[in-house]
């Protein structure tokens, strides 16, 4: 076999094996115990019951060969008679003898896959030299064995259990039950302890999208455990980080606001020229990228995630699109609600609109309900965005000196709708517009 065909082997047997983690150690533990029980079960149905049936079936064979030997060897009737009468009761079967008789026309035929009918007639073949038929297939449990002797027939029937072992029914009910009861304890333990790998999951999923499972705490095995307690560690330190930057951020941008805010008013008692008009532009832009980063800010600390209604965060944008003058086209179904930070997501749409509408004079919002996701796209018919630089504009303080990225722009729009995107557990993406501009996709998990 070469290595490719050892490499597909292991790829199908890996397709078959379970993907989930209780699928995989309930495998592990029922697996081995339904195989033995199984082996078992084939070596005593192979060696055991053969072995007793055989026995069986040819223990009643040699009695009826003894009654045919007996029968030839007395020629009186009434002391044959009463010896066959003391043997039959004797053995415990009842034999008869019909002179000139012929085998039944309704005997059915022996069945291919019984053991009892295999094991009799093998039985019966080894023991006696006269022609021979049996029915097994009685409701009263009985074996009838049919002999066609050169003068008669003879017919002897026997309880069932004289030819066949019940023990073997019992013994597979006795493991079929101790399977059952093995897998329902392994069921129960096994839920037990994939629960807190669940719980730990569903945590670590919530806090990437910005939520909270606030009664969550290390259970279940001592591995478990020290994974919950270093996610929980995890989470604090990421926490505690953002906290910090957050606060230096918003420090340092509200203390420029003074000096900025002093400039100005000097500025404005100073006579007017050309160079003080430069000044103030400058000043100007420096009160915008102020603003940007105490935006950024705000954007990290956010309070928790609550049911929002989208439909009507959407209206309240197109609002304050339309008291300026300007269109934007939204089409969404009504009831979609998603747990959200209002005002992070909202300034992050509200970005990413205006920068729509700054470059371009068609903007359409459109929201679709997907699988287990809600997919937003915002379109426009602008100049658009090279391939190559989608990636680069998400970076913080990243301008370009192109149409999209014109004067008072900080380099910060982008990077504050895609973290506030990144925050509630979605992604966000770039991409051509069917209206000729750039389509911004975002995609949130219901």
């Known amino acids: 076999m070469t290595a490719h065909d050892g490499t597909g082997t292991m790829m199908a047997l890996k397709r078959l094996l379970p993907r989930s983690l209780f699928g995989r150690w ?63 009761l004797a053995l415990e079967i009842d034999i008869s003898f019909r002179q000139g008789a012929d085998f039944p026309s309704n005997i059915p035929l022996p069945r291919r896959y019984s053991i009892l009918d295999r094991m009799l007639i093998q039985a019966l073949g080894e023991r006696i030299n006269q022609p021979y038929m049996i029915d097994t297939q009685r409701n009263d449990r009985t074996v009838i064995v049919y002999v066609k002797l050169p003068d008669a027939l003879m017919t002897v029937v026997a309880p069932e259990n004289r030819v066949f072992s019940t023990s073997t029914y019992a013994f597979m009910a006795w493991m079929g039950a101790a399977t059952i009861v093995l897998m329902g304890i392994a069921v129960l333990f096994l839920r037990n302890q994939i629960k807190p790998i669940r719980r730990l ?17 290390p259970t279940g095995a001592e591995e478990v455990r020290a994974a919950a307690r270093a996610f929980l560690a995890m989470r604090d330190r990421i926490r505690r980080h953002i906290r910090e ?27 007017q020229d050309s160079d003080l008009d430069e000044l103030k532009r400058d000043i100007d832009e420096m009160e915008k990228m102020v603003g940007a980063y105490l935006a950024f800010a705000r954007g990290q600390s956010e309070q928790p995630a609550e049911p929002t209604d989208l439909g009507n965060l ?28 209002r005002l992070s997501f909202k300034r992050a749409l509200a970005n990413l609109i205006e920068n729509a509408l700054r470059f371009g004079r068609k903007v359409r919002l459109s929201v679709t309900r997907q699988t287990n996701r809600v997919e937003i796209r915002i379109e426009d018919d602008g100049p658009g965005l090279p391939e190559k630089e989608r990636h680069k504009v998400f970076r913080p303080f ?28 979605g992604e966000i993406a770039l991409g051509e517009s069917p209206l000729g501009g750039l389509m911004v996709t975002i995609r949130l998990p219901t």
Do not use: C
Request: hydrophobic share 45%.
């Open 26 to 88: 309930l495998l592990m533990l029922v697996g081995p115990v339904v195989l033995l029980q199984a082996l078992l079960t084939y070596v005593f149905y192979e060696r055991h019951w053969d072995a007793v049936t055989r026995r069986l079936g040819l223990g009643l064979a040699g009695e009826i060969a003894v009654v045919i030997s007996t029968r030839d060897s007395n020629t009186d009737p009434i002391v044959l008679g009463e010896l066959i009468q003391r043997m039959g």
């Open 201 to 217: 999951a569903e945590a670590a999923d919530a806090f990437g999208k910005g939520r909270e499972i606030a009664d969550f705490r």
């Open 245 to 271: 930057r957050t606060d230096m951020l918003a420090g340092v941008s509200h203390d420029l606001r003074t000096p900025l805010t002093r400039m100005k008013l000097q500025l404005s008692l100073m006579p």
């Open 314 to 341: 959407l209206n309240e944008l197109a609002d304050d699109v339309r008291r300026r003058g300007r269109e934007l086209q939204i089409d969404m179904e009504q009831g979609l609600t998603l747990p959200l930070r």
């Open 398 to 425: 990243y301008r370009l000196d192109q149409a999209r990225h014109g004067s008072g722009n900080v380099g910060l729009g982008l990077t504050i709708a895609r973290d506030a995107v990144l925050a509630h557990g």
